[in-house]
């Protein structure tokens, strides 16, 4: 069992950066393969980024890359989010996730373990 607790999230203007944490439970955490995702308003929650359990290979959605990082430190069992550039249309709750694979996935149904979600809310 892992439980996943977020915390970082905030209300930020446009062009200004967030850093998220999920910090995990459990010995095992260098074996999950992690990932963020995010649900805005009205629609369906969606796939942000990936890490694998070792760190070496990270996955993004398009609309972020080139301003998103995620890492991962094994030793503190904790993932980040690095958000810079931010815009409106990044407005969501951020939920962090953890799969009992290494790898990494961009599908929501691999992933066995989710937090509860930190509010990102970026103004115009």
């Known amino acids: 069992q892992v439980t996943l607790v977020e915390s970082g999230g905030g209300l930020v203007q446009a062009g200004g950066s967030l850093r998220l944490s999920c910090a995990a439970s459990?010995?095992?955490?260098?074996?999950?393969?992690m990932g963020w995702f995010r649900q805005a308003p009205g629609k369906e929650r969606e796939f942000v980024a990936a890490i694998s359990s070792s760190g070496t290979m990270t996955y993004y959605t398009d609309s972020v890359k080139g301003r998103f990082t995620i890492s991962r430190d094994n030793a503190k069992n904790t993932v980040f989010l690095q958000m810079n550039s931010l815009e409106p249309e990044d407005t969501a709750v951020y939920y962090c996730a953890a799969r009992g694979i290494g790898t990494i996935s961009e599908r929501m149904r691999e992933y066995n373990y989710w937090g509860q979600g930190t509010q990102v809310t970026v103004s115009s």
């Open positions: 459990g010995r095992t955490f260098s074996r999950y393969g």
